[in-house]
């Protein structure tokens, strides 16, 4: 019972709490990052677990700050939020330090690990999980148990109070590190779930914002689990809809749609299956989850897009093999990885109850072929994954005082513009939306992207930030349908050209 009360605390006091949370910092230190050409700054503050009990279990925040090159420097640093929920924003550093040069020129970059993930209390579960046999990765029940039993373990840990994890208290701790740096403003480019980290830093501190980036925007009341099912579905759609315009897709895969949904309901069945990870063949079962599960990653990026019809057709035809290539790439590596005790800790306080609240009214939209397939394995860990108290306000988005500059790729499975749309009215005549119809999840390594970020955060002049000519990214083509070459052709012999 007495846990219960402190879960259901009146949210009413959480800002006084969050105020009274102490903060001990020490100077950040030379440091080398692997990936980073140069020497950057690292440094760390101490934050209360829990904000409520300014006395109880700390944390330490890791932070890594990458100098500028100018001798004269701007007093607003740019901080980078990481996505996910789960993310670490330092090893994003290496990338995002070199996609970012120009930025850095006159401005500090400062990464933040958001408590719960990279080197600020992690909440990790086994990593060993990706060199499991193909037919435990896909098993969705076996997975469910590894994550339940991954909850039970990070509770036994120190900072293993997982309410303590919520969007909220993580920009107080962001906050914390922008005083421990002496910047009076900071400019914030967030990611993914990192818009939604960077909308709350600006509710709870407008004072501290001068410029603000959204690339892929998840409002704070998405209800991630509900509406991911129908935003990738309607990049699916997309997909399906540019192989039926192209005469060579449609030719080789005729009806793919149908097919490949005739495939779905057929399962699930057993099948041999070669890993595309280690080359091994093993026997497995086949279920609708694991292939839908397998074609949601490769819809974030168009260029790997475009080779889902020939995955799709493949599985269609009960070969398996194209469709987890595709799913594979880019997975393991160490910016990609999610901590996952902080991710459900985030999404079951923030948006579950959300889904719950949903769950009692009439289907917004008629059934689609992903269904409830990404919703199971919430359903199943958020019935018992600790709840952090989120406040009312905090699903609230109001006019912002600060230009924001908001990024919505066209073919977005999880954060399609319709997202971005909302957010830009929601914040009035200092929100600029630009939408890139042929680009996927995430814009900030696309095209010019960079240099309209750096015109963005580096103009003096706030009309002029938000006055930008976005023509250059608007301009990049979709990818072509991918059709393998012909291997009889003399194209194909010579060029190894797919057309």
């Not at 408590?115 to 499991?132: F, H, K, M, V, Y």
């Not at 035809?317 to 459900?344: C, I, K, M, N, W």
């Not at 359903?379 to 905090?394: D, E, I, N, S, T």
């Amino acid at each position: 019972m007495r846990n219960l009360l402190r879960r259901w605390a009146p949210v009413a006091l959480l800002p006084l709490a969050l105020s009274a949370n102490a903060t001990t910092s020490l100077s950040p230190t030379p440091c080398r990052i692997e990936g980073l050409r140069h020497e950057a700054l690292c440094g760390s503050v101490k934050r209360a677990l829990d904000p409520a009990r300014a006395e109880g279990p700390q944390i330490e925040l890791h932070y890594v700050v990458i100098p500028a090159t100018a001798r004269r420097k701007a007093p607003d640093p740019v901080f980078f939020l990481a996505g996910g929920p789960g993310q670490s924003a330092i090893a994003l550093a290496p990338d995002l330090a070199n996609l970012f040069s120009r930025l850095s020129n006159r401005r500090d970059l400062v990464f933040v690990d958001q408590r719960g993930t990279g080197r600020s209390a992690p909440l990790l579960c086994d990593s060993e999980s990706e060199r499991l046999p193909l037919a435990r990765r896909i098993d969705l029940a076996e997975g469910i148990r590894r994550l339940e039993d991954c909850r039970a373990r990070l509770q036994k840990l120190p900072h293993g109070d997982l309410r303590q994890y919520t969007t909220t208290i993580a920009m107080a701790d962001l906050d914390a590190v922008r005083a421990a740096l002496g910047a009076e403003r900071i400019n914030l480019v967030g990611g993914s779930y990192g818009t939604r980290a960077g909308l709350e830093y600006l509710r709870l501190f407008p004072q501290q914002v001068r410029r603000l980036v959204l690339d892929g925007v998840a409002p704070p009341d998405m209800a991630l689990p509900l509406v991911m099912a129908e935003d990738a579905q309607a990049a699916l759609d997309a997909t399906l809809a540019a192989c039926a315009s192209d005469a060579a897709c449609k030719a080789r895969h005729p009806d793919l749609g149908q097919r490949f949904k005739a495939r779905l309901d057929a399962l699930p069945q057993s099948a041999v299956v070669t890993d595309p990870v280690n080359g091994v063949s093993s026997s497995l079962t086949m279920t609708r989850e694991a292939l839908l599960s397998a074609l949601r990653g490769p819809l974030y990026a168009p260029a790997l897009a475009a080779a889902l019809p020939e995955a799709l057709g493949a599985a269609a035809s009960a070969r398996y093999e194209p469709l987890f290539g595709l799913a594979s790439v880019g997975q393991g590596s160490a910016a990609t990885r999610l901590a996952e005790g902080q991710h459900f800790s985030v999404i079951c306080a923030e948006d579950w109850p959300q889904v719950e609240g949903a769950a009692a009214k009439p289907a917004a939209a008629p059934p689609s072929m992903i269904g409830d397939a990404f919703l199971q394995p919430y359903r199943a860990l958020c019935a018992q994954w600790p709840r952090g108290a989120v406040a009312p306000a905090f699903y609230t988005v109001a006019p912002s005082p600060v230009p924001v500059l908001l990024l919505s790729g066209g073919l977005d499975p999880v954060t399609p513009p319709r997202h971005g749309e909302r957010m830009a009215k929601a914040l009035g005549a200092n929100a600029r939306h630009v939408v890139v119809p042929a680009a996927g999840h995430g814009l900030m390594a696309q095209g010019c992207t960079r240099d309209l970020l750096h015109r963005f955060i580096d103009d003096e002049s706030s009309a002029a930030a938000l006055d930008l000519d976005a023509s250059c990214i608007k301009r990049i083509p979709p990818p072509l349908p991918f059709i393998p070459p012909d291997p009889l052709s003399p194209a194909a012999t010579t060029t190894g050209a797919a057309r």
